[in-house]
């Protein structure tokens, strides 16, 4: 029988793969949608999550210029993307403009 630290290296390998396959699918994901929006004309920021792990919170944050209803676009609430009419003052202080060119700032790090 395989002794359980050897165990538990298998599958911390294995769930730190499928971890990382999960945080690139919807990371690619989150620049879509700004691309998308970018293509428009519209504003597009973006807020890394630095706060806490995915799982208990977010992949991080969009926040688009425009007044749509996040659940109308996409069929249901999605947490990491807003919209705001107008962008205001703490988005503008807080959060990083994303431009085409700079698509790959959208990111989360794993913690």
Known sequence: MQNLKSLYKETKEKF?????KLIDCYIAFLREVARFY?????????EENRFVHWGEGNFGWLVI????????V?????????????ISK?????YMEIKEDNLKDIKYVIR
């Open 16 to 20: 730190d793969s499928l971890e990382k």
């Open 38 to 46: 970018l293509r428009q004309g519209r504003r597009v920021f973006f």
């Open 65 to 72: 210029e425009g007044e749509e209803e996040t659940d109308e």
């Open 74 to 86: 996409f069929s249901e609430y999605i947490s990491e993307i807003k919209f705001e009419p107008k």
């Open 90 to 94: 703490k988005t503008l202080s807080s």
